[in-house]
């Protein structure tokens, strides 16, 4: 069974800049992972590929994630996940 598991990603970029990621993991690869993320506004954006080396810490079920991830979960218009 496929588990759908939502957690925040936090990534640290080259040069420096970092980026929080917050949606519902869609892939686990070698090389890193995908997901399809939201914006601090609530809208939905496009998949991002974070590979392993930018990844610096990824949060599950913390109050954080649960509470923007339930609001997404539950917004109408949301684009189709697969289970």
Known sequence: MRRSIWPAIEAVFEDGESALYL???????????RIYCYDAAG??????RLTLDQIFRIEFDDQYCRIFNRYMR???GRPALHA
Not at 23 to 33: K, Q, S
Not at 43 to 48: I, P
């Open 74 to 76: 539950s917004k109408a």
């Open 23 to 33: 949606g519902r993991l869609e892939g686990v690869y070698v090389e890193g992972v």
């Open 43 to 48: 809208e939905w954006e496009d998949y991002c």
